[in-house]
């Protein structure tokens, strides 16, 4: 069985596949709790089928780009899940997971805008099915185009994107679907990070004279 999740928006998602299709899923209903919500959701789709983490074959895991504190929390849980279970672990840029549902709802070519904070938003293009650019961080002024936007950042920011789609957040079950097909580049379970986190160590104390 593979087990997928995502914890590079405020979201939470988790979903399983048993080889052929999405057996049990979980979205969180609250936001902003990486910690308190994957655990717990790992546990209910389990949970659903009757599995334990013992019917692991492989992990499949969004890797953002996203905020360094939820990013962290699903990439060292995958990777626990890995090396205890000894089963691979699989990272998806989780603009590509938005980008496949898009696809598979009919869209040809269309940009991927998620909240990167601070005012600016994660941005990548496609076109034909594939990533043609990206992922970056921009101020939307500079991404404004008339391309529709998928994800969170078009909703954000709706002054700079006149033609917004769904979804706005990643879905595991599609995570699942990529990982299964190889719809898009795998990689592994290391952390897109497109800029420095905001907590930052201090530097060494200034001598006082």
Known sequence: MLLAFDTAT???????HDGDSVVA?????????????LAPGIA????????????????????????????????????????????????????DILAAEAIDAGLAEFVVATDARRKEIYLASYA??????????????NARNDLPVVGRGGTLHPEHFAHRAGPEHPSAAVLCGIVSNHRFALTGPDPLYLRRPDAMEPGKPKRVS
Request: hydrophobic content about 45%; charged content about 20%; glycine content about 12%.
């Open 10 to 16: 405020p979201q939470v998602t988790v979903a399983l």
């Open 44 to 95: 209910r789709v389990l949970a659903e089928v009757g599995a334990s983490a013992r019917d692991l074959t492989a992990i499949a895991v969004g890797v953002g780009p996203g905020p360094f504190t939820g990013l962290r929390v699903g990439l060292v849980t995958a990777r626990t899940l890995g090396f205890v279970r000894d089963i691979p672990v699989h990272g998806v840029c989780s603009l």
């Open 128 to 141: 034909a099915g594939r990533r043609v650019s990206g992922p970056e961080v921009v101020k939307p002024v």
């Open 25 to 37: 899923s979980f979205e969180s209903e609250e936001q902003m709790r990486h910690g308190e919500m």
